[in-house]
């Protein structure tokens, strides 16, 4: 490591340090509100969608990657409603891609999770936090599509459970970790003979900020 990655290594740690000093302890007070924006790696099922490549590699030689995971990112507002208890709206955007390595052509899924979420504290210490969390709502505009020739569209229940960790940094903000288990299954969309299943899990990261409520 060469004397001046060193140096600028140490003054990140140092910044850092300085900045967890500052940090305000991870709670969540009766009436505080938290607004938060992650994003990661989607895991997703997609049985019936992967069954239906393989049919379409073997009948045109076309050689498209499985869907076995994608992207994700969303944004969040929770409202503690209790100390350590809160409720909340969330929204964002599922995908993923699979692309034919003998061409240019995709195959592509992508939906849009409108939830309600709400959630407490299992353990709080100082400037770190572990919550869990559960939502209930609809996966919207959830469609299968190959660009140019055609998509499927169609609405599902969503669901998931969950678990984060936050860690605070500086003042109200913090960094956070995300893991969940997902149910979401569009079921023959636009009487498809197939459904296509975003049902799997999430690891995401992202930064959360939380103001006011009762100390």
Sequence with gaps: MTRGVLISVLALAGAFAAGCAAADPASFGKGAWSVGMNGGIAFLTMID???QIRIENFSTQSQFEELHQGGEWTADARYAVAKNWFLGV???SISGVSH???GTSELRVRGTPVVVQGGGT???SGMVAVRGFAALGALVNARFEEPGVGKVEGT????YVGAELEVRFLGPVALTAQGLARSAMVSHPENAPYNVDFSGGSIRGGVRATFGGAP
């Design 90 to 92: 969330e929204s964002g």
């Design 49 to 51: 969608v992967n069954d």
């Design 156 to 159: 599902a229940f969503m669901g």
């Design 122 to 124: 299992i353990d709080q």
């Design 100 to 102: 034919d390595k003998a």
